[in-house]
């Protein structure tokens, strides 16, 4: 905890006070990166059950899963929208 604690807050002392400020750090040129979407997230955003989803999976009818955690499959949020204006384009 006191680790942790010394990288949120520096400490200075000014006349006799000791004072906390959080502390600052460069800031980096890093890119953000998008969460991947669960079964869950995916069947929220068809606005469909977990089942349905799971059975449109089985199906092939979903874009493949960009990654496996574990069991689990993740979809990039990219390919989702690709797949859902594939289908959009072709109704």
């Known amino acids: 905890m006191c680790i942790m604690w010394a ?3 520096t400490t200075e002392i000014t006349g006799r006070r000791q004072v906390m400020r959080k ?4 800031k980096t040129d890093v890119t ?3 969460s991947l979407v669960s079964i869950d997230g995916l069947a929220s955003v068809l606005n469909a059950s ?3 989803t799971e059975r ?5 009818k979903l874009p ?5 955690v574990g069991k689990l ?3 990039k949020p990219e390919t989702i929208r690709r797949w859902i204006e ?3 384009s072709t109704n």
Not at 23 to 26: C, G, I, M, N
Not at 64 to 68: A, G
């Open 23 to 26: 502390a600052t750090h460069p």
């Open 32 to 34: 953000p990166i998008e």
């Open 7 to 9: 990288r949120l807050f």
């Open 50 to 52: 977990r089942r349905t």
């Open 56 to 60: 449109l999976r089985a199906a092939g």
């Open 86 to 88: 594939a289908q959009a």
């Open 64 to 68: 493949k899963p960009d990654l496996h």
């Open 73 to 75: 499959p993740r979809w």
